[in-house]
């Protein structure tokens, strides 16, 4: 009896394993891909040669930003390329506001608003093959504010700049 049911057990575990033809199983589209890569003590970034794509870690923050334009890339020396970025996030900011109640009375109240942040960098990014050795220079250059539960927009210029110097290479990456 011990054996038949074992059997059963088998049976019914193979039946469950066994692919089901109705769910289409797709295989991934992963392959290699060569990136432009500057890393220093905390930080990576990863400009993808043939994909409109920046990965970008510091620390253990990872953002990933779209390029929108960029000048021609090749295996030269010293590599010198500019490339124009954008990163959306969602973001929540205190603003003063002005609020009417129902008597007509203006006031000024601190308001939470929940935007999505449109972030424009800006790169400048030269390396030499020889030294191993790069340097970018990434300046925000634009902040768009979009207001997702009330009506608001802002631009915002603020201009900041982060420089990275470090080891430059080109890497295989999966995409």
């Known amino acids: ?14 039946i469950a394993c066994e692919k089901n033809p109705t769910i289409d199983y797709e295989k991934p589209d992963i392959h290699l891909t060569e ?17 409109p794509l920046i990965i970008q870690t510091i620390g253990a923050a990872v953002t990933k930003e779209v390029i929108t334009e960029r000048s021609e ?6 590599f010198n390329f500019t490339l124009i970025s954008e990163e959306q996030k969602d973001e929540r900011i205190i603003r003063e506001l002005e609020i009417e109640d129902e008597e007509g009375n203006v006031t000024l109240e601190e308001t939470i608003i929940e935007v999505l942040a449109t972030y424009t960098y800006a790169y400048v990014v030269v390396g030499d093959k020889e030294s191993k050795t790069g340097q970018a220079v ?30 430059m290479s080109i890497k295989q990456v999966l995409n």
Do not use: R
């Open 35 to 51: 990136v432009f890569q500057i890393v220093d003590e905390n930080t990576e970034v990863n400009i993808y040669k043939h994909k």
């Open 73 to 78: 890339l090749d295996d030269a020396l010293p």
């Open 138 to 167: 990434i300046t925000t250059t634009k902040v768009e504010l979009v207001g997702k539960n009330i009506s608001y927009e802002e631009v915002l210029e603020p201009n900041t700049t982060l420089i990275i110097d470090g080891d």
């Open 1 to 14: 009896m011990n054996k038949v049911i074992a059997l059963f057990t088998i049976a019914i575990v193979f």
